[in-house]
């Protein structure tokens, strides 16, 4: 049986030799693997360290990227029988992560998973919290609703080529396609047994732009969803008041909670902003939410 890895990259050399080594290091009897490195323009050795492993690499121009748009290029390249998506700065936490991921996928369980994500030592305080919430202990397979995360993630190709993701959203490419399944009558589950350590090495600027485009295609794909003035600043308040309150009990002490409030602040302004954002997607501003300087 073969799998191809798709692997979205922009300036991932930091993250990528270790997962490209952890790929290579999986346990996956009968299981044989490609991975495929869809490139949007890096600027460092992202492609030199791709080619080195053995990966093929497909480029796609940098002013037509999407998140949708890169993995529909990744998985039309493709000639495995399933299709793994893994970020670019995601490290395997399991020998038998890849073995794990498709196993819901072998039995006709499901037709869609995902599975759990970890912070490290690097990782922010709030941000491993919400890693705690939405990719728990447990597993879920099938689960309710259409949640999933394309970070660490699979499907077979022939789901994918059914459906494809969609090309004009902003984030939530996997959320999307997750909705319409679950339309369908199909399953999604979440693997707990297959976890990465997400590694999200980025800026303020860069944190307070994700949360705000994602929301802006949340809006695209639960329009209901309305965030108001007052929801931005109760959420934001008990939010820190829980993370300071979970620093503690974890022993972390008050250090963080600087880092806290200015994570919880930027997250649910990001919110706030992009589900009051109605401005069509233009290239300026794609630029400025897929490539920020």
């Known amino acids: 049986m073969k799998v191809s890895i798709v692997i979205r990259t922009y300036n991932e050399e930091r993250h990528l030799p270790e997962l490209l080594k952890q790929i290579a290091a999986q346990h996956a009897d009968g299981i044989s693997k ?5 490139d949007s323009g890096s600027e460092d050795r992202t492609r030199d360290i791709a080619q080195s492993f053995g990966c093929r690499v497909v480029r796609i121009a940098k002013e037509d990227f999407t998140f949708g748009r890169s993995l529909n290029v990744g998985c039309g390249a493709a000639t495995g029988r399933y299709l793994v998506f893994v970020s670019g700065h995601c ?11 498709i196993r819901p996928l072998e039995e006709n369980t499901c037709v869609y998973t995902y599975g759990r994500q970890l912070g490290n030592k690097t990782s922010k305080f709030s941000e ?21 995360n394309n970070a660490n993630a699979a499907l077979p190709w022939e789901v994918w080529d059914a459906y ?50 994602e929301a802006i295609a949340l809006q695209k794909i639960m329009p209901e969803v309305q965030i ?37 602040f930027l997250q649910f302004l990001g919110a706030y902003q992009g589900n009051h954002e109605t401005r069509k997607i233009s290239r300026a501003l794609k630029e400025k939410y897929f490539y920020p300087k």
């Open 34 to 38: 490609e991975v495929i490195v869809v």
């Open 91 to 101: 490290i395997p936490a399991s020998k038998r992560w890849l073995e794990q991921l």
């Open 128 to 148: 491993r919290q919400l890693f705690k919430k939405y990719f728990p202990e447990v597993s879920h397979v099938p689960q309710e609703g259409f949640f999933c």
């Open 164 to 213: 494809r993701f969609n090309e004009e959203l902003t984030g939530l490419e996997d959320m999307e396609l997750g909705k319409r399944l679950v339309e369908k009558g199909l399953k999604l589950g979440y693997v707990a047994e297959a976890p990465v350590f997400h590694l999200h090495d980025e800026s303020w600027r860069k944190l307070h732009r994700r949360y705000e485009r």
């Open 228 to 264: 108001s003035l007052f929801d931005f600043l109760r959420y934001a308040i008990s939010a820190v008041w829980l993370d300071c309150k979970a620093a503690l009990r974890e022993g972390e002490g008050i250090k963080p909670f600087p880092q806290i409030a200015l994570f919880r």
